[in-house]
Each structure stands twice: as C-alpha cells, then as structure tokens.
C-alpha cells in the first residue's frame, strides 16, 4: 500500500522547515530534527563556527562520525546508514530551500 507524502515541520536553529515525509517516518523525522538541532546548537555554542550552513555542515559530520562508529562497533546492517543518508538529504533540502526564500 502505497502511503502519502506529507510535510513535517520541524524547527532547527529556529528556524522551521517543512520537510517531505511518509507517515510511518515522522517520528524519526523528528527525533532525528531534534538531535541535529542540538547538535548545531552544541557546534555554535562552541563559538569556533559562525553560520548556519557551517554549523549544519559540522554537525553532518560528527553525526556521520558518530554512525560509522556505531556500525563498525555493533555491526550494523547499511540499511540504517540509508535511512539516516536520506534524512539527511530532506533536511539539506529544506535548508537550501529556506535559504533561496532568504534571498
């Protein structure tokens, strides 16, 4: 059965995005929103990187870091890996999308 494709708002570094999500992913969507979110706010706090696009740039990375590590430990299957690339992808999305509005 095929499940429809909604938009999730989701608020990062305050500011909200509305991100593309099949309903059996908003869950994740969020609680994955919410960690990068606290994530970016750890990385701006540190003073050491100005800028939204920076800050989530970083904050990719440790949390890539942080998988590859998990995986590599636990063995984990690349499914998760997937599932957290194409989260990644629809927040990337969604800001480069806020940001052309900024423009």
């Known amino acids: 059965m095929n499940q429809a494709i909604d938009g999730v ?42 800028g939204m696009e920076k800050c989530a740039i970083m904050a990719a990375l440790n949390i890539t870091h942080e998988l590859l590590a998990l995986k590599a430990r636990n063995g984990e299957s690349e499914k998760l890996g997937e599932v957290v690339f194409s ?17």
């Open 87 to 103: 989260i990644l992808e629809k927040i990337d999305v969604a800001i480069s999308e806020q940001q052309q509005l900024s423009i």
């Open 9 to 50: 708002k989701v608020s990062i570094m305050g500011r909200d995005f509305s991100v593309a999500c099949k309903e059996d992913q908003r869950h994740a969507l969020s609680e994955s929103a919410v960690y990068l979110d606290n994530k970016m706010r750890e990385i701006h706090k540190s003073g050491k990187v100005i």
